[in-house]
């Protein structure tokens, strides 16, 4: 029997209609299959909506450089991969064990140490520490603290100049907002390190109560600050790892065993006693310092009106370690012997040159 024209079309009509839903279909299969395949491999599906910048499908990247299933992953983390955490923060209220880890990460930490801290007592490792002085004034962190800006600027015209700025060099501040407070060089040597410090080889550690940015100086600095990690510590010396906003549980044990044991003497920061280009001259007022008093004393020259001492032939470390010892015997038998002081700062050397050092030293520091 012969359709008519209308059913003919009505045919039509439905055969399209089917057809369309098909194609449809297959088109969504088509699509899913495809992003089934995309998820699978890791390939990004750029969406023609969105900005040019923007993509989706990107597979997520990981914000910890190092992380295995050894109990102390993070110490490689903090120590050994500068250029994703040139600096570290460990921040803990007294008696959560802060001086404790960092001494312990000193042990695997590269290169040279500095340590400049407003308290006394704390071992460190056997590694003498700049502390405030006698008077209960903070002169020779002062000094110290101008004296590493010198070093900084000095690695600064190094690279400038593509020279090897030298060693690697850990500056570990304890309780650093007392030390902003009390020493006039301290924010610029911080904050210059903070920003270049990783270019230059000179890394930091700051020990602070609180961690918060505005003590440490580094308020609206965001590209400062994003140059540490954070370390904090609670009253239960229990540890964890601030990253990229992201917190991690740590296990200390390791750590805090190593801190038991001595660190290497001979790693303490020794400060560059002279210039060796024009450049560097220029920005060098004088060569290694330590602490005293405005009057010239003996042994000694007076450099400007800043009341710094520069004691010839003496390298800072030294006269850290020289000044470190007196005081520390000082304060265990109230007083100390010259003889005993060298003794111990020169590996049981008594006399000659090394008691020509130590009393240079003492002297120009009044003791």
Known sequence: MTAT????????????????????????????????VADHFGWVIEDMDMDDEEQVGVPAVPTLPVRS?????WVTCVNATPEQAPHLVVAGPTGTGKTTLVTGLLHTRPGQIVII??????????????????????????????????????????????RDPGPWLTVVLDDYPALRDACAAADETFILIARLGRSLRVRLIVLSYSGLVKELGLEGKGESRD??????????????LVWDEETHSLDTALVVAMAQRPLDVSRVWIAPTAPTTASERQIS?????????????????????????VVSRVTLSEQVAILSSALQMKLESGKFSRSEVC???????????????????????GL
């Open 343 to 365: 003794r111990r700062v020169f590996d049981g050397a008594t006399g000659g040159a090394a008691y020509d050092k130590v009393r240079t030293v003492l002297d120009a520091a």
């Open 285 to 309: 007022p004088y060569a290694t310092a330590t602490a005293t008093t405005p009057e010239k004393p003996v042994g000694a020259a007076q450099e400007g009106n800043e009341g710094v001492v």
């Open 69 to 73: 299933s050894a109990s102390d992953w």
């Open 5 to 36: 024209p209308e059913e003919a079309a009505n045919a039509f009509v439905a055969m399209l209609f089917l057809t369309l839903i098909a194609l449809t279909m297959l088109i969504m299969g088509a699509f899913w299959l495809f992003g089934r």
């Open 117 to 162: 801290t407003a308290k006394t007592g704390d071992a460190w490792g056997g590694l003498p520490a700049v502390v405030i002085d006698d008077d209960g004034s903070f002169t020779t962190a002062a000094a110290v603290f101008a004296a590493l800006l010198v070093d900084v600027k000095r690695r600064l015209v190094a690279t400038k100049h593509q």
């Open 227 to 240: 140059h540490f990690v954070w370390i904090r510590l609670d009253r239960q010396r229990r540890a964890s």
